[in-house]
């Protein structure tokens, strides 16, 4: 009963591992908002908690987007594409419109979706340096981690950003126009394969496995909580002003009331319900008392080991402890497994 | 007749401005008129099914015309609806980089959310889903229409995977089903080129599956019984592991929109312009069903002094009184959020008038199914002296008349 869905796959394993032992190369289109118009630094400044301004032209930031209470509505990448030129990168374009709309009073500032033109693949594992330099015109050894570059591939104009959700040293993700796509598949297909990796084809393995072995949230971990919860308040510029300031500043001085803990469970065939499937998560307990929710559960490839996260009362759990959720006993971990 | 309405409360009933109020002022929380209202409309979708179950008697025939008709008239909705697609898409936080139809189970999940049957999701990926519901208000129509409701999602699931990057279909299955007598709802889909399994007709789409054993089955101890809106640990918000988050508010369109007839009676229509049945036979079947139905619904005497209960009805109305079925009609309607007028309210006849677009919800028959089923319950719930009928509709409307009636042939 309750077989894990991810220890006896062997195609989601293959993934995985091909990402963490050679590379792994999948589509990983996220929706991209351009925004632009000669007040849009300033506008950017009030949506986004960390400072927007002093990114340079090809370089891009991590930084969540929060609403007046501090709670996180989203957490995107921002990309200075030119000196007025913003890429939000999102998954969640349609709520992030109306946000925009509401808070952009009469600042010259206009903002676009323009996933429909580009598709992007991520590249990611030891061997996505040489894969990515086997196809692009020029090499990339020299790009920073967050930093995006025009280049080509086959003749075609490309962007390469070295980024990527997997947590490996070495990725990169490669915006193509979309029609070019099927052809640049073949390509992408054929030069992981010379390197003994392959199309990573599981939604559970880009978007879970991988991620949460890193520490990595994907963004329904987030969803009502601040910064300050979920170890994302590094970078903060609270001498500026942004949407969420007051409210965040209050948890700051307070501090937090929850915190979000690593756990990993023995026991292989369980039955945990994870926040990352939309629901309430499982109960924790420890010594029969309430002390948070389980956030995401999936399994560790590199470990053996089913993991995750718990969002917890702040200072109720610490490494070693031992919480039962649904029955099945876990150990409290730090939040990065790899 | 006066045509008089007696003092009550609110008179402004049904104005759209109150919540589920009944004539004599008992109110009911949106939350139970939504799980009311969905209860009803399968309970009078149960009798349609029987109906069906005579006009076409072999259970497979039955399935296969079901199937089919969901399968086309969802697909139909994402076809020809534009901008459909791409709003469900939008509003459901499919990412862009989701291949293929899996995507559909976060249309089932969200739709079983807001139809008040409360679940979870098991598994959500490329390759395999899993859902299990532990309520479903469709369970007493029949298993034809479980079966029916999977090719809808899967319909859903293909239509939204057009929009989408070429990747991996799955085939959905229901493996169990609480029509069926099990514990839970359980939709299983996986891809059949990674856990290949027979091939089966459209209809057959209750399993087996290659994945039983990787099932996760909920103990009756830590089932639900309210969706996620309702339920105070999800902070009274659906969720789903995308991060579409809504509150109770988008239950209610849904609650009055989909229910079972609104599988049955297509399919019927279906079978009518195939010439496998006539207009005629359709509605007198439903009829003489309909009208037990109703009968049967009042038949003990407890059940009236419930109803005398749940509605508020004082004691100076006695048990000879048509506003009795009067109240009772109106809180239906008012859950149903269907637009009415009270012509007249007392002791000696009832007339509303109600918008007949509301009711029929794109079905005319339904507005027939519903007055024979009224019809029937006036007859146990007051007397048999007492009778309920369609008289001078003005147009768009539905005119209905509750009063005492002599009629040698009914």
Same mark, same amino acid.
């Given at each position: ?338 | ?268 229509? $279906?079978?009518? @312009? ?5 207009? #005629? ?5 439903? &009829? =003489?069903?309909? /009208? ?27 048990? $000879?009184?048509? @506003? ?5 009609? #109106? ?5 149903? &959020? =269907?637009?009415? /007028? ?48 369609? /008289? ?19």
């Amino acid at each position: 009963m309750y077989q894990n869905v991810y220890k006896y796959d062997e195609m989601k394993r293959s993934e995985h591992m091909a990402v963490r032992k050679t590379v792994g190369w999948y589509l990983w289109t996220h929706q991209i908002v351009e925004v632009t118009g000669g007040d849009c630094v300033k506008f950017l400044e009030m949506m986004f908690p960390k400072n927007i301004g002093n990114l340079a032209v090809g370089r891009e930031r991590y930084t969540t987007m929060l609403d007046e209470k501090g709670e996180i509505i989203d957490d995107v990448v921002v990309f200075r594409m030119e000196p007025e030129k913003f890429w939000v990168s999102t998954l969640f374009r349609a709520e992030m419109f109306v946000w925009f709309a509401a808070h952009k009073g009469d600042l010259d500032v206009t903002w676009t979706d323009v996933t429909p033109q580009w598709e992007m693949y991520a590249v990611q594992g030891p061997k996505s340096l040489e894969m990515v330099n086997s196809l692009a015109a020029s090499p990339v050894d020299s790009q920073k981690f967050f930093e995006i570059k025009e280049n080509e591939i086959s003749g075609v104009s490309v962007y390469i950003n070295r980024a990527g959700f997997t947590g490996e040293k070495l990725g990169y993700e490669i915006y193509f126009p979309k029609a070019e796509a099927p052809e640049m598949e073949k390509k992408l297909r054929a030069a992981a394969e010379a390197l003994g990796g392959k199309e990573v084809t599981e939604f559970q393995v880009m978007a879970w496995t991988l991620p949460t072995e890193a520490g990595f949230y994907y963004m329904r971990d987030l969803r009502h909580t601040n910064p300050f919860e979920v170890g994302l308040e590094n970078g903060i510029n609270w001498e500026k002003d942004f949407i969420g300031k007051e409210a965040l500043m209050k948890v700051r001085d307070e501090g937090p009331a929850r915190e979000v803990v690593g756990f990993t469970v023995e026991e292989a065939d369980v039955h945990i319900k994870g926040r990352h499937m939309g629901n309430e998560g499982e109960f924790v307990y420890k010594d029969g008392e309430y002390v948070g929710r389980c956030m995401k559960i999936v399994y560790s490839y590199v470990n053996e080991i089913n993991n995750g996260t718990i969002i917890a009362a702040k200072g109720a759990l610490k490494a070693g402890d031992k919480v039962l959720m649904h029955g099945h006993e876990a150990v409290i971990t730090g939040t990065r497994f790899i | 007749m006066s045509k008089k309405v007696d003092p009550r409360m609110p008179k402004e009933v049904g104005t759209g401005f109150y919540p589920v109020k009944s004539p004599w002022d008992k109110m009911i929380s949106y939350h139970d008129a939504a799980h009311y209202v969905q209860r009803y409309t399968n309970i009078v979708s149960a009798a349609i099914m029987q109906a069906f179950r005579m006009l076409v008697p072999d259970y497979v025939e039955r399935s296969k015309a079901m199937c089919t008709n969901a399968y086309n008239r969802l697909s139909y909705v994402y076809n020809m609806i534009p901008g459909y697609t791409e709003m469900n898409a939008d509003q459901l936080h499919m990412h862009p980089f989701m291949r293929g139809n899996f995507v559909g189970g976060l249309i089932g999940d969200a739709g079983d959310e807001d139809l008040l049957m409360c679940g979870r999701v098991n598994d959500f990926g490329t390759y395999r889903a899993e859902k299990e519901l532990d309520v479903c208000y469709w369970d007493i129509i029949g298993t034809e229409l479980c079966r029916s409701t999977t090719q809808s999602l899967q319909a859903c699931a293909d239509c939204a995977s057009r929009l989408r990057p070429d990747g991996p279909q799955i085939e959905y299955h229901m493996v169990e089903a609480k029509g069926a007598g099990d514990r839970h709802c359980r939709i299983v889909a996986e891809c059949r080129k990674k856990f290949p399994m027979p091939e089966h007709e459209q209809w057959e789409c209750f399993g087996p599956v290659a994945t039983a054993d990787q099932i996760k089955d909920t103990k009756e101890e830590d089932t639900v019984s309210e969706s996620m809106m309702f339920r105070e640990e999800c902070d009274y918000l659906f969720s789903n592991g995308t991060n579409m988050e809504k509150d109770w508010r988008s239950a209610y369109p849904m609650v009055t929109m989909s229910y079972g007839a609104s599988y049955i009676l297509p399919t019927l229509d $279906d079978l009518i @312009r195939e010439g496998r049945l006539t207009s #005629e036979q359709v509605d007198y079947a439903i &009829h =003489c069903v309909c /009208e037990a139905a109703g009968k049967a619904t009042f038949i003990d005497d407890f059940a009236k002094a419930g109803l005398r209960q749940w509605l508020g009805v004082p004691y100076s109305i006695s048990a $000879d009184d048509g @506003r009795l079925m009067g109240g009772y009609l #109106e809180m239906f309607i008012q859950s149903l &959020h =269907c637009p009415y /007028e009270v012509e007249a309210f007392n002791g000696t006849e009832c007339i509303y008038v109600i918008d007949r677009a509301a009711l029929a919800n794109n079905m005319p028959k339904m507005v027939n199914a519903y007055v024979w089923f009224w019809y029937g319950m006036t007859k146990s719930l007051v007397n048999a002296q007492w009778s309920l009928w369609e /008289e001078d509709s003005p147009e768009g409307k539905l005119r209905i008349k509750i009063a005492k009636k002599v009629d040698k042939f009914c």
